[in-house]
């Protein structure tokens, strides 16, 4: 890997060696923090868990192969090399910090409170008409994943796209430190994690820190429909660009028509002037602002108006993400992978487009702090608003979302307190032809329900 030599692992993160001074000279193969990926000359960075202690698994490494490991135990006298430091997280960090400046690429670090992965996708479909390009992978978008994910870079890319998710103040800055962004994507400032936060002012002040973070004339990419991004003005001397179906945002769309679970048609504005007609090929409106903010990023990075808009028509579906799967009984709006209230409102939006019956299968949205009752309660009031035919929560916060629902007289409501409990009852509730939509935060794991759903 390039620059990753021993002896320059070891001054990234302060650490000290210990070990036949000759291999200081010889390069990782990776880096892993997962001893059952270790072969041989990798690097083995032994970061407990909660319940598990990592370095007990240091041996198995070096049977392994494993040319080195990091360690914030003395292993005492050894013989094969290890590095100590005081952290092996903040190790991971440091390395990975040391490894992306070995890279002339360009970093797009995304974050916002929700849409961080589905903008992230629209991003990388739009840079990849011009450019190689490295993603986040699945969920690793946090202080473990965002390293792992550098380290799977290599010298073939020209484009890194990096989500960075965070919940605690602090956070940031060890992730945006270590990613360096060229150009900076903030979705939106939601209500997610405010029982770290507490308020939206506080996830702004945690968000707005990959800013600081930017590269010197880099690229600042604020979502203009959000009241409090609207607002930003100069960081470091750059003046943001924003993107928002309002006409005053540099990157706008107009003339909006539904294609129903198809997606979204759409005229795209840029600031030089030129328009283009485009499909955006995920159901919602919320897809509409996460093709604006591709569109901001592939022009920044030199794309024409016709690459963008072969990016943006050629996204591919996510599995948990907005993802439509037609079987032979029912259409289903699998957006199962996480939940806030913002992502649940945009999900009940799409499902109102659907033709014939609609069915809403809601679970907990986790870390919403002391107001999460009021705003689960809130989702159940909004989904009947929307005329939703049945909503059925499942799990023990979910029981607000049926009372903020019980009292409309079209929508029929169904609770259970666990996803066992609904999976029982299934068959006696879903009818052939039903449009379902199925959103829950992680934890909830309602993949499980999507399976079964198509097994139906």
């Not at 010889?26 to 072969?39: H, L, Y």
């Given at each position: 890997?390039?620059?990753?030599?021993?002896?320059?692992?070891?001054?990234?993160?302060?650490?000290?060696?210990?070990?036949?001074?000759?291999?200081?000279?010889?390069?990782?193969?990776?880096?892993?923090?997962?001893?059952?990926?270790?072969?041989?000359?990798?690097?083995?960075?032994?970061?407990?868990?909660?319940?598990?202690?990592?370095?007990?698994?240091?041996?198995?490494?070096?049977?392994?192969?494993?040319?080195?490991?990091?360690?914030?135990?003395?292993?005492?006298?050894?013989?094969?090399?290890?590095?100590?430091?005081?952290?092996?997280?903040?190790?991971?960090?440091?390395?990975?910090?040391?490894?992306?400046?070995?890279?002339?690429?360009?970093?797009?670090?995304?974050?916002?409170?929700?849409?961080?992965?589905?903008?992230?996708?629209?991003?990388?479909?739009?840079?990849?008409?011009?450019?190689?390009?490295?993603?986040?992978?699945?969920?690793?978008?946090?202080?473990?994943?965002?390293?792992?994910?550098?380290?799977?870079?290599?010298?073939?890319?020209?484009?890194?796209?990096?989500?960075?998710?965070?919940?605690?103040?602090?956070?940031?800055?060890?992730?945006?430190?270590?990613?360096?962004?060229?150009?900076?994507?903030?979705?939106?400032?939601?209500?997610?994690?405010?029982?770290?936060?507490?308020?939206?002012?506080?996830?702004?002040?945690?968000?707005?820190?990959?800013?600081?973070?930017?590269?010197?004339?880099g690229t600042i990419i604020l979502n203009g429909d959000d009241d409090l991004l609207s607002r930003m003005g100069p960081v470091k001397g750059i003046d943001p660009v924003f993107f928002g179906i309002s006409e005053d945002c540099e990157f706008y769309a107009s003339d909006l028509k539904s294609a129903g679970l198809r997606g979204t048609e759409c005229t795209l504005h840029l600031p030089s002037g030129e328009s283009f007609r485009c499909l955006v090929p995920l159901p919602g409106i919320h897809m509409i602002s996460n093709a604006l903010a591709g569109a901001a990023v592939g022009y920044s990075l030199g794309l024409t108006s016709e690459e963008i808009k072969q990016g943006i028509e050629n996204l591919p579906s996510m599995p948990g993400r907005n993802n439509i799967i037609s079987t032979d009984k029912l259409v289903i709006l699998d957006d199962c992978y996480n939940a806030n209230p913002i992502s649940t409102k945009a999900s009940i939006d799409v499902l109102t487009m659907a033709i014939g019956r609609k069915v809403a299968i809601l679970g907990n949205m986790g870390e919403l702090g002391e107001g999460e009752k009021q705003l689960h309660f809130e989702i159940g009031a909004y989904a009947a608003s929307q005329k939703i035919d049945l909503i059925c929560g499942v799990g023990e916060l979910a029981k607000y979302i049926i009372a903020g629902a019980k009292d409309d007289p079209v929508t029929e409501t169904l609770w259970f307190k666990t996803k066992e409990d609904f999976l029982d009852t299934m068959k006696n509730i879903i009818r052939e032809g039903d449009n379902v939509l199925v959103k829950a935060s992680h934890g909830m794991q309602f993949p499980k329900l999507v399976d079964a759903l198509k097994e139906l």
């Open positions: 890997m390039k620059n990753l030599t021993l002896e320059n692992i070891t001054k990234a993160c302060c650490g000290t060696y210990h070990g036949d001074p000759s291999k200081l000279d010889k390069k990782v193969a990776n880096v892993v923090i997962d001893s059952r990926k270790v072969e041989k000359d990798f690097l083995f960075v032994a970061i407990d868990g909660e319940r598990v202690n990592a370095h007990k698994f240091i041996p198995d490494t070096i049977e392994k192969g494993a040319l080195c490991v990091v360690s914030h135990e003395d292993l005492g006298e050894t013989d094969f090399p290890y590095i100590l430091v005081e952290s092996t997280g903040q190790a991971l960090l440091d390395i990975a910090k040391l490894y992306r400046d070995s890279f002339d690429v360009k970093v797009v670090g995304v974050t916002g409170s929700a849409g961080k992965t589905s903008t992230k996708e629209m991003i990388a479909s739009i840079l990849a008409q011009k450019y190689n390009v490295h993603k986040t992978l699945g969920n690793f978008n946090n202080e473990w994943g965002l390293p792992i994910t550098i380290f799977e870079m290599n010298e073939s890319h020209e484009a890194a796209i990096l989500e960075m998710g965070v919940n605690h103040f602090g956070e940031m800055r060890r992730l945006s430190s270590v990613a360096s962004p060229d150009v900076c994507v903030i979705t939106n400032i939601g209500i997610a994690h405010l029982e770290f936060f507490k308020t939206r002012e506080g996830i702004l002040q945690e968000k707005s820190q990959m800013i600081q973070d930017m590269k010197n004339g």
